[in-house]
């Protein structure tokens, strides 16, 4: 299948789960590869839906992902599009972050979209949990954590981001105590 070709048009729920399928298992990494490189293709169709379909692995496919974690968070502090964006941000949420592996550049950018009103609902959210995973293991950080989100407090948030916000507070109150 020419991916490219496919990933330049909209794609359905059938075209997802057709690219999911023919790049599932250890034996199609290459085909893995191949969708990973148009990520970065010019085209921004191209590659929003190329990030899509990553956002559409299951669990055990997902994993393939993992070593390209750090690329990954690269590609998501650089990216102006706010679709690429999200997407991007969303495929970090389904990874591991490690105590020993963190990044303080990451954890900046977490903390800068957080209380950026420029940022999308969804990115600030997304940012607010990915900001949790890597904060959870430094109770310093945790505090700097909460500050933030009573900080974004004052601010009209939507319901979304509200619902976030209250979520991430639970698990930095129950880590704390």
């Not at 070709?5 to 023919?22: A, G, N, T, V």
């Not at 990216?79 to 303080?104: I, M, N, V």
């Not at 959210?125 to 004052?154: G, T, V």
């Amino acid at each position: 299948m020419d991916f490219r070709k496919k990933l330049l048009q909209r794609l359905s729920q059938d075209d997802i789960h057709e690219i999911c399928f023919l790049t599932q298992g250890p034996d199609n990494d290459s085909l893995k590869e191949e969708l990973y490189t148009l990520m970065s293709d010019e085209d921004v169709r191209v590659s929003y839906n190329a990030l899509w379909v990553f956002t559409h692995f299951d669990l055990a496919n997902n994993k393939w992902l993992y070593a390209k974690h750090d690329e990954l968070i690269d590609k998501a502090i650089a990216e102006k599009h706010e679709g690429k964006k999200r997407l991007l941000l969303t495929l970090l949420l389904r990874q591991p972050f490690e105590c020993d592996a963190l990044r303080t550049d990451f954890i900046d950018f977490c903390f800068e979209t957080i209380q950026s009103s420029h940022e999308s609902y969804a990115n600030r959210a997304l940012c607010m949990k990915l900001a949790y995973e890597q904060c959870r293991y430094f109770p310093e950080l945790l505090s700097e954590l909460s500050n933030c989100l009573e900080i974004i407090s004052n601010e009209a948030l939507s319901s979304g981001l509200k619902t976030a916000k209250r979520n991430v507070m639970k698990k930095i109150l129950r880590d704390v105590h």
